[in-house]
């Protein structure tokens, strides 16, 4: 894959799958925007793509701020003059059963899950229109496989689907591609940076003999990046409205 002269943006990309996707597609050519609130991740991150020699910037946004993403929108426009990629990437997960669910529990979830990819896309739809760019969301194993303590969070991932069908169906007429991915348990640094011990942590979880998968093992972020950047390329001109499950065969086992 070829993304020489490509601009792509990647929300949540300071770290986990969002950092493995920028370096991955960085690699591949493309100038990448790393739109994230956590600016040092992001300096960590970006300086790792500039020592390979990757062209990077990073821009602040806070995803929960409906006026922090319009703004992100302005700024990217004095910078840039189209987006080839929109990567929806960013989220944050919550557990609790019914009962022990509040407002609290939703509104950060579903704001942050659900609604900041519709409003980034509506805000970077101008830039979009002229690459044309294509777009990839981020759902989960867990909008499609039932679980206990997971609702809210669930419900966001299986309605992000459903999101990105529909933006599917009103961007084709801009040239423009709307994919999900849906990623299986990932090594990413939620699961091991605030252990007592993150190393060690991060050692377990990769050669955990994970029997939840057919693939006995965890998902490591750089393989869920290589199907995000496919599903921006040209190889993948004719998909659209499809969520590909990057779990190791998790749901279907």
């Not at 981020?138 to 990105?164: H, M, Q």
């Not at 069908?165 to 940076?193: D, L």
Request: aromatic residues 6%.
């Amino acid at each position: 894959m070829n993304f020489q002269g490509k601009t792509i943006l990647i929300t949540g990309g300071a770290m986990g799958i969002g950092a493995a996707t920028a370096k991955r597609l960085a690699r591949e050519g493309s100038y990448l925007i790393i739109a994230d609130r956590d600016d040092k991740a992001a300096k960590v991150t970006e300086e790792e793509i500039q020592g390979f020699g990757g062209q990077v910037y990073f821009q602040f946004v806070d995803l929960a701020d409906p006026e922090s993403i319009e703004t992100m929108g302005e700024e990217v426009s004095q910078r840039v003059t189209c987006l080839h990629g929109l990567v929806n990437n960013a989220g944050i997960a919550r557990g609790g059963s019914v009962t022990d669910t509040s407002d609290s529990d939703w509104e950060p979830q579903v704001t942050i899950n659900l609604r900041a990819p519709a409003l980034c896309a509506k805000a970077l739809l101008p830039l979009l229109k002229k690459g044309p760019g294509h777009i990839v969301n981020l759902s989960s194993e867990g909008g499609f496989r039932p679980r206990a303590n997971s609702w809210v969070y669930d419900a966001t991932k299986a309605g992000i689907c459903a999101v990105t069908r529909n933006m599917a169906c009103e961007f084709i007429q801009y040239g423009m591609r709307v994919n999900s991915v849906a990623p299986g348990w990932t090594v990413t640094e939620m699961h091991f940076k605030n252990s007592q011990d993150p190393i060690t942590r991060k050692a377990e979880l990769e050669n955990l003999n994970y029997d939840g998968a057919i693939i006995r093992r965890l998902a490591r972020p750089e393989e869920i990046a290589a199907v995000i950047a496919f599903l921006l390329s040209d190889d993948a001109s004719y998909i659209t409205a499809t969520t590909i499950h990057v779990d190791g065969g998790r749901v279907a086992h």
